[in-house]
Every structure is written in structure tokens, then in C-alpha cells.
């Protein structure tokens, strides 16, 4: 069976929750194309002296509703099409929680589990050097994604200050906090994710399903965001029954220890021969009959070839994209609840617009302070989506994709009218 195409499954999702709404032809055609697509070629001297050629993408969807954002990754599978899809959901995820972003991605084709330190910095340099024209504080500003991180966003930071000739804060966010980063913005797609299914549960739109102690919970990807997402429900009395990384996978019916988990993953690197738990595969785990399945790692694990040995009641999207739309529409009629990745994982942009606010207006906030406004963006449009789907009777993720777009249309006319209009002059 061919493998879905994350940009088509985006598209389609664009296209009917615009059939649900009075749109434009102009704004939907601008949602179902991407601004601008920039493809890069670039050498690296390796350690052992050899100069191996990298291929890197920047792709910016949209931004009627402000600057371009989006993470970085480095990875194996990157390509041209996972850019896209990840670039358009991150456009709808800004407008999920109504933050003055547009979406964008990059990537870069590597294994950075075989690279150096010192490879790895001077690969993110020289891919700095080559999208250069393209970011930016004010045009579009990098993030953290898959196998990057806070240091990774440091070298960004340095690099872009030093082509650029000063210092700027706000060109990248997701940094040390020490070069400007925000509290709470490594946490902050976990802790998101936690909110959302917390006010899920407030409004009682999940039957069955009244508080998280004792629900059984099943994380694929211990990783940036389902380590801490792990961390959270664990302390909120939840049963985490199983935990993958990319080398492999653990279970205890009976519940894990996580915080013995995690400090066995800091030592080892990995999840396997945890004691007091059975290595089992990343495959099974996402089988297993629990309340809660949190795909936290890449895009595509539930798909048209596994989609009926799912067991969960409810499905929290902590991942971009881990349920393919063909799989999607089987699991609806199922009535398994899926909390879409455009909301559930929403947090952590939200924290770097945070980060970036601070920046620009040199401020410092608090842990407190963040987890707070945090909490504030994220259970204030769960409710919106909810109110969304029932008003539409939609599955939460079309409710997202609807709320998303007739803000973004809002947004667009608005500025139209008012002849400023930023999608037609700032970009170009």
C-alpha cells in the first residue's frame, strides 16, 4: 500500500472545512498553494575531511494572519511534500489559537544521529547562510521540530546575528534561555496537550472519560514532547502502560514508573531493558487497548494498513500528522475521539510566540507567568473547537480546520478593506 501524502491529506482538510463556510475563491486557492518554496544545495567539510553535499528546505505557506513560523528538523525522510503538509498545518495551528502567525517549515536531509556535534553546527550554519533571505524577526522566524533543539536554535541565533552584523533575539525562538529563550518553551507542547485534554474533560465531550486518574495511557515517542507529556499525566494519577522511542518500546500493564523511565532513558539513551517492564515494538504499542494514545513522534504511524487494530477510546495528536485522512475517517466511525495535532500540540508555538514578544520588547516573564497565558490560549479554543463541532457537527479536527480558516478569511478581508494589505506587499 502506497504511503499517504501528508500534502494532500493537508489539502483535502483545507478544502472541506472551506466547503463548510462562505470563503472566497481567492483565500481558499491561497490556502491549497504555498507563498514560496526555497530548496537549498550546500557543502560540509565532515570530521574525516571528506565535503559531503546537504539538501535543506524552508517552504512558507501563509501569512495572512502575520509572520511566517515553523520548526527546523533534521531527518532521514525529509522532503519536499512533508515540508508542505508540515508548513500548512502549522498556518491552520497558528489560527487554531489565534496567534498573528503564519505557517512555515524547514528541514534539512541527514542523520543526525551520525553526525558530530561539530558536523551538526556546521551544517545548521551553512543552512542559516543559504535561507538567510528569507528569515527573519519580522519575515519568518525558525523553531525548534524533530532532532533539533535549544542549542541547535543558539547556533541559528549566532549565525543569522553574525551575517546580519547584530544581535537578534527575535530571529529564532525555542534558544537557551540564557541567549533569550522563554521559560517553559521545552515543556510547552506537552503542557498544551495536557490542557487541552483537561478541558476536554471539563466539558464532558469525551464520554466515559471524567478525570485522568487511573485511565490507561500509551505514549509513542518518548521524546522533546512525550517525555514531559508522560511526566505530566503520570503526576496527574494517569496509568502510562506503555512508552516507545525510535529504538524501541516498554510496557507495564500494571503502569510504569516513569520517573524511573526517564532517568533510564538519560542513562541509556533509549527506553529498552527498563527494569520492572517488557521490551515489546513502537508497531505494537500503538495496538494495545488503553483510554488514551498519544502519538508523539512523526507523521503517519496510523494509516490504512493498521488503522483497525487501534483500541484506544481517545487519540491526543502530540505529533504533526499522525493520523493519515483515509485512516482519520475510519476511526471517526468508530467513535474514537482524535484531538487534532492543529490544537493538541499547539502549545509549543504558542510559548515561542511568548518568546518572541519577549524578545522584541525586551522583556523576562516568569515559568508561572507563561504556564498561565499557556493555559489561558490553549482551554479557551479547545472550547472554541468543541463549540465548533457541535455547531457544524464535525469531528474536532474539521471543527479546528473550520475555526482556523474563518479567522484567517476575517483577517484577510479586514486587511483588504483597509488597502494595508500585508499578504500583497510585505513579503513579495
Excluded at 565535503?51 to 501563509?62: D, E, L, S, V
Excluded at 542559516?128 to 533539533?148: E, K, N, S
Excluded at 533510564?264 to 527498563?274: A, L, Q, R, T, Y
Amino acid at each position: 500500500m502506497a504511503k499517504p501524502n501528508p500534502y494532500e491529506d493537508a489539502k483535502k482538510l483545507i478544502s472541506e472545512a472551506t466547503g463548510k463556510i462562505k470563503l472566497e475563491p481567492w483565500i481558499r486557492e491561497s490556502l491549497l498553494a504555498t507563498h514560496r518554496e526555497l530548496q537549498v544545495t550546500f557543502p560540509i567539510e565532515m570530521d574525516n575531511g571528506a565535503i559531503k553535499n546537504f539538501t535543506g528546505f524552508r517552504i512558507q505557506h501563509n501569512h495572512m494572519m502575520g509572520h511566517f513560523k515553523g520548526g527546523i528538523r533534521y531527518h532521514w525522510d525529509v522532503n519536499l511534500d512533508e515540508m508542505r503538509a508540515l508548513a500548512a498545518w502549522m498556518t491552520i495551528k497558528c489560527s487554531v489559537v489565534n496567534i498573528p502567525f503564519g505557517g512555515a517549515k524547514g528541514g534539512v536531509i541527514c542523520n543526525p544521529k551520525d553526525m558530530s556535534e561539530k558536523e551538526l553546527e556546521s551544517m545548521t550554519k551553512a543552512f542559516v547562510r543559504r535561507i538567510l533571505p528569507i528569515i527573519g524577526p519580522d519575515i519568518d522566524i525558525p523553531a525548534p521540530d524533530v532532532y533539533t533543539n535549544a542549542k541547535v536554535m543558539g547556533w541559528i541565533l549566532d549565525e543569522y546575528s553574525r551575517c546580519m552584523g547584530k544581535k537578534e533575539l527575535a530571529a529564532v525562538t525555542g534558544k537557551p534561555i540564557k541567549m533569550g529563550g522563554s521559560e517553559g518553551r521545552e515543556e510547552a507542547t506537552a503542557k498544551g496537550g495536557l490542557f487541552v485534554l483537561k478541558e476536554m474533560i471539563k466539558e464532558r465531550y469525551i464520554k466515559g472519560l471524567d478525570s485522568l486518574k487511573d485511565k490507561k495511557i500509551v505514549v509513542q515517542g518518548f521524546g522533546n514532547v512525550g517525555m514531559p507529556f508522560a511526566k505530566f499525566a503520570y503526576e496527574e494519577g494517569a496509568k502510562l502502560i506503555a512508552v516507545s522511542d525510535s529504538k524501541g518500546a516498554i510496557i507495564n500493564k500494571d503502569g510504569l514508573d516513569i520517573p524511573k523511565v526517564i532517568k533510564h532513558k538519560e542513562k541509556n539513551g533509549c527506553v529498552s531493558d527498563c527494569s520492572n517492564a517488557a521490551n515489546t515494538t513502537n508497531e505494537g504499542i500503538l495496538e494495545m487497548d488503553c483510554d488514551i494514545l498519544v502519538p508523539a513522534a512523526l507523521e503517519n504511524v496510523i494509516t490504512m494498513e493498521n488503522v483497525n487494530k487501534i483500541k484506544a477510546k481517545v487519540i491526543l495528536e502530540l505529533a504533526n500528522g499522525p493520523v493519515s485522512i483515509s485512516a482519520d475517517g475510519v476511526l471517526n466511525k468508530k467513535g474514537i475521539i482524535i484531538m487534532p495535532d492543529v490544537l493538541a500540540n499547539a502549545g509549543g508555538v504558542a510559548v515561542s510566540y511568548f518568546e518572541w514578544k519577549q524578545n522584541l520588547a525586551s522583556e523576562y516573564w516568569s515559568k508561572e507567568e507563561v504556564n498561565k497565558r499557556l493555559e489561558k490560549i490553549m482551554k479557551e479554543n479547545t472550547a472554541l473547537v468543541i463549540k465548533t463541532a457541535k455547531k457544524h457537527k464535525a469531528s474536532l479536527r474539521l471543527a479546528a480546520y473550520i475555526l482556523a480558516i474563518s479567522r484567517i478569511a476575517k483577517k484577510a478581508k479586514k486587511e483588504l478593506d483597509e488597502n494595508h494589505y500585508t499578504c500583497l506587499v510585505k513579503y513579495l
